[in-house]
């Protein structure tokens, strides 16, 4: 481990991660100097120094200095909490794997915040990181996405081919499979792949004339939608590691960053159906322009530092301190959505 200065406090993280450099870029932004608001986050994490050592933690903790919230770490599993002094509650999901129960008693300390009248952010009541969840929400809904079918031994793939054959709640393209017709699934399925294949997906094909595949990711903070990044690839499945850094695709990813998602509000009631405040949305556009929804990811990592970042600086062409301004808006959003709803309180 090595130690890293942020806003004159000494951080810990994995060696190869944050580096000095885009330090520096981050420290451009100061802590405000009066106190606006006083939030309790609800996580697993125990203390600030592990909370701190997953990127979202620091993204987060980086947004509620400059905008001069104070904070207090809360796992409600193992403590008990005076309520009465804070202004807002943001819940977590991070680690929350790692404490049995945990969601649970956040249903339970949310009852008593909301009793009390004091706002939540990010309620985890109900909260499932499954596609699948999303799936069910956004079909209920009537928004536009991909037909499913949990996989079962006794049960055969009602859907039409091709198909797509994943593992529920996985994410970045890993244990995801094309199958073009019935013997092909078969084929793939009789692997011994793990964690199972349990998920069936309608393949829709949304390649564009131009031969490329492309999915957009924007990040919705409450009602505002933050453009991301379009990736563009020559392969059905579009993700950071095969997306093509052409002019092409540094020219659109310019683009949707300048201009916004053009339906704001669309994604914006994605991620309201999912009952989520912070959330990353991936979505395809059909040649006619219509959009489909893949998955949200309430656990998304923007990863400064490492290999996803310099994939990500490879695929859009940014610089060190585009990327970093990028990721400081997220954190940004996350402290002015507390303010908000605390306003409002």
């Excluded at 939030?39 to 979202?56: G, K, L, N, P, W």
């Excluded at 009248?117 to 536009?144: K, Q, Y």
């Excluded at 991301?228 to 059905?236: A, P, S």
């Amino acid at each position: 481990m090595r130690g890293i200065v942020v806003d004159g406090e000494e951080s810990s993280v994995a060696a190869g991660g944050r580096t000095p450099r885009l330090m520096r870029f981050i420290a451009r932004y100061p802590r405000a100097s009066a106190t606006t608001a006083r939030v309790v986050i609800v996580t697993a994490y125990d203390s600030q120094e592990r909370f701190q050592q997953s990127h979202m933690g620091s993204v987060l903790i980086w947004g509620l200095k400059r905008k001069g919230l104070d904070w207090v770490l809360h796992n409600p599993v193992k403590q008990h909490l005076d309520t009465r002094s804070f202004d807002a509650a943001l819940f977590w999901p991070y680690g929350f794997r790692e404490t049995p129960g945990f969601l649970s008693s956040c249903a339970r300390f949310e009852r008593r915040l909301r009793d009390s009248g004091i706002p939540v952010i990010n309620s985890l009541t109900g909260c499932d990181l499954r596609h699948t969840w999303c799936l069910r929400l956004w079909t209920r809904s009537g928004l536009p996405c991909a037909r499913y079918q949990r996989l079962s031994p006794d049960e055969d793939l009602r859907l039409e081919y091709p198909v797509i054959l994943r593992t529920d709640g996985i994410h970045r393209g890993m244990n995801m499979f094309y199958a073009e017709d019935r013997e092909e699934a078969r084929r793939i399925l009789q692997r011994n792949i793990a964690p199972p294949l349990d998920l069936g997906l309608e393949f829709i094909n949304t390649k564009g004339p131009d031969g490329y595949y492309r999915k957009w990711r924007s990040h919705v903070i409450g009602d505002r939608v933050i453009p991301r990044q379009v990736q563009l690839t020559k392969n059905w499945k579009v993700n950071l590691h095969a997306a093509v850094d052409s002019e092409q695709a540094l020219e659109e990813d310019r683009k949707f960053v300048l201009e916004g998602e053009p339906h704001a509000g669309l994604v914006a009631l994605a991620a309201r159906v999912l009952n989520s405040d912070i959330i990353a949305l991936d979505y395809s556009k059909r040649e006619d322009g219509s959009y489909v929804f893949w998955e949200g990811n309430r656990n998304f990592d923007l990863s400064v530092g490492g290999e996803m970042w310099a994939q990500f600086l490879r695929s859009t062409g940014r610089s060190d301190a585009e990327c970093v301004e990028s990721v400081r808006a997220i954190g940004d959003s996350i402290a002015e959505l507390i303010l908000e709803r605390a306003d409002h309180r």
